[in-house]
């Protein structure tokens, strides 16, 4: 089982552009959560996916958006990159619907915007 | 809106001692989570957390939940230099999850 991962594993962009991010779900997964972590802070909750549809969202502006495809893998795309999005971005995963089963982070993509 | 308190941010202490961090979150929540990284690193899942009074260990780390007092603590025995690392706690309400700023642990040999 390879687990949560995540492409690429680093980033650099130029202010303005746009980028994609992908994730790939833990076997057996169909719930995926994707987060914003800036250094040395916690990671701040983007949106959570769920049988293809954005099931939650936390304070995030509409440049940032999601998708999720019929295998449950997961993109996350942000337009009009600022400066401030640098960050490491985690993906987790979690089988849907279950109360006690804990989500899995993937090794995260870091971000660079100049 | 929920949130989320850790403390102590930043901990420095002697191996062989015993400490406890502290999560306090502000609403009701589903599931509480410990989680540890490294520098650099992802998210490691130390425990989840679902009922009051659950109590939970994996070697010199146990988490505690009280959902009435709406407190986590993670508590650490016997520190050894190999537990230095940032510890988060999360609470997950309606599946959106919220961290605290996380606890920067440090042990000193």
């Known amino acids: 089982d390879a687990g949560v991962t995540q492409s690429p594993t680093h980033l650099i962009k130029t202010r303005g552009q746009q980028v994609t991010l992908r994730c790939s779900p833990k076997?057996?997964?169909?719930?995926v959560s994707w987060y914003q972590q800036a250094l040395g802070q916690g990671p701040q909750f983007i949106f959570q996916?769920?049988?293809?549809?954005?099931?939650q969202r936390g304070n995030f502006p509409d440049r940032f958006s999601g998708h999720q495809f019929p295998n449950y893998s997961s993109e996350l795309n942000v337009n009009a990159l600022l400066l401030g999005d640098s960050a490491l971005y985690l993906c987790?995963?979690?089988?849907?619907?279950?109360?006690?089963?804990?989500?899995?982070f993937g090794p995260g993509t870091r971000l660079t915007v100049t | 809106e929920l949130k989320v308190e850790q403390n102590p941010l930043f901990l420095s202490m002697q191996e062989g001692k015993n400490y406890t961090i502290y999560c306090n979150y502000s609403?009701?929540?589903?599931?509480l989570y410990w989680y540890r990284q490294d520098p650099g690193k992802s998210l490691e899942s130390l425990f989840v957390?679902?009922?009051?009074?659950a109590v939970k260990q994996e070697g010199r780390l146990m988490a505690s939940l009280d959902t009435k007092a709406r407190l986590s603590t993670l508590h650490i025995t016997a520190a050894v230099h190999d537990l230095s690392a940032t510890y988060f706690c999360?609470?997950?309400?309606?599946?959106?999850?919220?961290f605290g700023k996380g606890t920067r642990l440090h042990i000193l040999p």
């Open positions: 987790a995963s979690r089988p849907g619907g279950s109360i006690v089963d804990e989500q899995y």
């Open positions: 076997s057996g997964h169909d719930t």
């Open positions: 996916y769920y049988e293809e549809e954005e099931r």
């Open positions: 609403t009701t929540s589903d599931r």
């Open positions: 957390l679902l009922s009051n009074g």
């Open positions: 999360a609470v997950d309400r309606d599946d959106k999850i919220i």
